[in-house]
């Protein structure tokens, strides 16, 4: 149990171009879903915390105008970048919370996006 | 503010035991996890401490001492495969609605050679 899947694994797209990546709890109701992003060598840094039907908190540093988050469903998360530049080329991660162990945070598989 | 601290990178011999520790000062503790990360792949899960002491998974145990913050994953019997990135991560910041925040720490890349 305790899946999370994500989609797209990777993308490629032009700068100036709007990209989503979502973010799925396959089996379980995730109450909050977070996102990280990862850059090579680098560990993860939280960008966001949502919460199913309420706004994100966005970390620090992090352009809520630029990475828009929606947890519209208590299953499904999403992540757009919007006019994306090279240097928002990472991995980015979500993780999920919730289910029969709801302190425990279970990650998805990530997204390679690569911005040209 | 929030610090966690472990080696860059460690090499180690197949077969062989090696443990990689981690230091933390955070605001609020709500338990320490460890993570192993193959490139290009997310993290997951190795083991969870809460309570002091050692807390054994097959090859691989966990230790914690929270009163001098730190904690150190020891992996038994190395096999090639345990080549990775190991995170130590730590459950400190309470984000609303019954969840918990992780912070992570930069990783200790592990090579395991024959």
């Known amino acids: 149990g305790a899946v999370v899947s994500q989609h797209p694994s990777r993308v490629i797209c032009k700068s100036g171009t709007s990209v989503k990546i979502e973010c799925r709890s396959l089996d379980f109701q995730a109450t909050t879903m977070f996102w990280y992003r990862q850059f090579p060598k680098q560990s993860l840094m939280l960008m966001a915390t949502?919460?199913?039907?309420?706004?994100?908190?966005?970390e620090q540093g992090v352009e809520k105008d630029k990475f828009l988050i929606n947890h519209a469903s208590l299953t499904l998360s999403t992540l757009t970048v919007t006019s994306a530049h090279p240097e928002d080329s990472s991995f980015y991660i979500c993780?999920?919370?919730?289910?029969?162990?709801?302190?425990?945070?279970?990650f998805g598989p990530g997204t390679r996006l690569t911005v040209t | 503010g929030q610090n966690i601290d472990q080696p860059t990178e460690m090499t180690a011999t197949e077969g062989a035991i090696v443990q990689i520790n981690c230091t933390y000062q955070t605001s609020g503790f709500n338990g320490l996890f460890w993570y192993q990360q193959h490139a290009g792949e997310a993290p997951t899960f190795l083991s969870y401490?809460?309570?002091?002491g050692l807390e054994e998974k097959g090859r691989f145990s966990s230790f914690l001492s929270r009163s001098k913050g730190y904690s150190y994953l020891l992996l038994k019997e190395l096999q090639m495969k345990d080549s990775a990135s190991y995170l130590c991560?730590?459950?400190?910041?309470?984000?609303?609605?019954?969840?918990?925040?992780?912070?992570f720490g930069k990783g200790t890349k592990l090579s395991v050679i024959p």
């Open positions: 949502s919460n199913e039907g309420s706004k994100a908190t966005y």
């Open positions: 401490n809460v309570l002091d």
């Open positions: 991560a730590v459950r400190a910041a309470y984000s609303g609605a019954g969840s918990y925040q992780l912070t």
């Open positions: 993780s999920a919370q919730g289910g029969d162990r709801p302190y425990e945070q279970y």
